[in-house]
């Protein structure tokens, strides 16, 4: 299993802890489910993309530690340091590059959980978008189990314009992971069309925990 220095794994847990506490008492966070989270092995968490609330508050609450994707600029600005506590994976602004491919690779393969955001890149009205392939050949290559995840909440917090996020309740559903020998016997379309799926329940699940099942997430 991948391990993290001393350092960075108490860095982790103290800031899980902050963000978990603070997020109980300014979003309401409700979740259901983050035991699903295979204690051992590779991982490829998946999930839907509301705002840039969605990393801290999928990862609060998760037995174990999860690796972030982050822009290869933001390692460089004053985010650096926290970033690299993190122990953040670098990628390219499009998330095309090899080497941020390779280095994900590299960490499921190591036995790591990484988060990633299969819509590509944050709703721009509170639905779900579909999903880009990218990430079979990860979880393919790497041999790692698929945990799906809804979030629900924060977009209505945090959409694309607002400064700052409004304390606007959010909820989060974790799904029964899909384990290596399940997705093996999936084509790719197969297995494309059930983590949309599972995603999407746990999205209705998740919207049903904040109080969102009747309310159109656009607003309309």
């Not at 963000?19 to 035991?35: A, C, D, N």
């Not at 909440?153 to 399940?182: C, F, T």
């Amino acid at each position: 299993m991948y391990r993290r220095s001393l350092p960075k794994l108490i860095w982790y847990r103290l800031t899980q802890w902050v963000i978990g506490g603070f997020s109980r008492f300014y979003f309401r966070l409700r979740r259901r489910g983050h035991h699903n989270m295979p204690p051992t092995g590779p991982v490829v968490v998946l999930s839907n993309h509301q705002s840039y609330l969605d990393p801290p508050m999928i990862g609060c609450f998760m037995p174990r530690p999860i690796a972030y994707l982050a822009r290869d600029t933001l390692f460089r600005g004053i985010l650096g340091p926290l970033i690299r506590a993190y122990d953040s994976i670098p990628i390219d602004r499009d998330g095309s590059g090899l080497g941020g491919i390779r280095a994900t690779l590299k960490r499921i393969k190591l036995g790591d959980a990484v988060l990633m955001f299969p819509e590509g890149t944050r709703t721009p009205d509170g639905r779900l978008q579909s999903l880009k392939p990218g990430f079979i050949a990860l979880v393919r290559r790497g041999k790692a189990s698929i945990l799906p995840v809804g979030i629900a909440g924060s977009y209505e917090a945090w959409p694309r314009g607002r400064k700052l996020p409004a304390p606007k309740k959010i909820a989060l559903s974790y799904g029964e992971a899909i384990p290596p020998e399940a997705i093996a016997e999936l084509d790719d379309d197969a297995l494309l069309e059930l983590v949309a799926l599972r995603i999407a329940t746990c999205f209705a699940e998740a919207r049903q925990m904040a109080g969102y099942a009747k309310k159109d997430p656009a607003g309309e």
